[in-house]
């Protein structure tokens, strides 16, 4: 555009110029123009010289613009095709009525004992130990769990002198019943035992005097002295078929293997059979409704504290195959006149002897003063 404004200009000139040599033919004016021309058509035609880049810069690389894109055609959906319709979150439908949750898919609910019992992690610490705490039911039901683990014991003195108790429930979870749990709970009338239970301590319902009835589970190993002393009401005894260790012939709870009489009630007879050899500690303790007893001959030991606390007792049978006699088994016995003795008073003599008679034998066995003791032989 600049060369051909500068070619117009100059020829524009050069007319002028020739216009002007018309009227006065002035050579030098002609050639002036000529000239002007010439050099107006030389720098149009000469191209301005390119300014240098300054040194250090390169041209830029991937400055070019890209080539335009086209936009893909929309593509058409094959004939027969229907396109899905769009889904949509179904309604969250109704349980019916009645339905419950498939199990295995919760937690189970910790089933809630009554309200006020207190628990103690047991030695072991895989479960817990309950006591009565501050417990007022007059019924208690002990939970199977507490805090996610299982309730296994019943604690030692954990209802101890609980005058108010009537029933408790003892869940399949647990394996103990300590020592004296129900001690003195006069107003129990009512307990069942799991057949989760291997152990009651001793006298573990000693003077529970509204007790009737009592069942031994098959699962009970151990069972210490006077469990059932003073449970003066307790009229039958029954150890479940199956059972190892115990057995009840004549309402009387027998230790089979060691051949021990363990506990009485009011109905019972001590077999003759051979079956008890021994009568356990505590086994008449407080038993107050007992007036007089034959002991068998096969009966050769009278445990500790055997008859204690037998107000009624007035008098009592022992065999000369008797061999012991434990301490202060007589004790408490005030109503207590006559021994018949089954040996001569020198084998009477030798048995307290043999038992340890340190004192007199009122001291050391309880025996009254005013005892009358008939021999059955004389020597």
Sequence with gaps: ????????????????????????????????AQSAAGTAESAATTDPVKPT?????????????????????????PAGTTKPAETTKPEETTKPAG???????????EVTGSKGLEYKLNKGEYGYVVYRGECTDTDIKV??????????????????????LKSITIPDSVVLIEERAFFGCVGLTSITIPDSVTVIGRSA?????????FTIPESVTYIGHGVFAGCTELTGITVAAGNSVFHSVGNCLIDTERKELIAVCKTSV??????????????????????????PDSVTYIGWSAFE??????????????????????SGCSSLT???YGGSETQWTKLLTDSGLTGTPTEYFGIPETVTVHYNSQG
Excluded at 53 to 77: H, I, K, M, R, S
Excluded at 99 to 109: A, H, I, Q, R
Excluded at 205 to 212: D, I, K, M, Q, R
Excluded at 309 to 330: D, R, Y
């Design 99 to 109: 339905t419950t949750e498939p199990t295995g898919t919760t937690e189970p609910e």
């Design 270 to 295: 001590i077999p003759n059979d051979g079956s008890v050899t021994n009568i356990g500690n505590d086994a008449f303790w407080n038993c107050t409704w007992l007036i007089s007893i034959t002991i």
């Design 143 to 164: 939970p199977a769990t507490h805090e996610g683990m299982p309730v296994t014991s019943i604690g030692f003195h954990a209802f101890y002198d609980c005058a108010e």
């Design 338 to 340: 006559d021994i018949y």
């Design 205 to 213: 319902f000693a003077g529970c005097t509204g007790l009737t009835s």
């Design 1 to 32: 555009m600049k060369k051909l404004i500068s070619i117009l200009l100059a020829m524009t000139m050069a007319a002028v110029l020739a216009s002007c040599g018309g009227k006065g033919n002035n050579p030098a004016d002609t050639s002036a």
């Design 309 to 330: 606390g037998c107000t009624g007792l007035t008098s009592i049978t022992i065999p000369n195959s008797e061999t012991k006699i434990g301490f202060q088994a007589f």
């Design 53 to 77: 880049e300054p040194a250090g810069t390169t041209e830029p690389t991937g400055t070019t613009e890209p080539a335009d894109t086209t936009e893909p055609a929309e593509t058409t959906e």
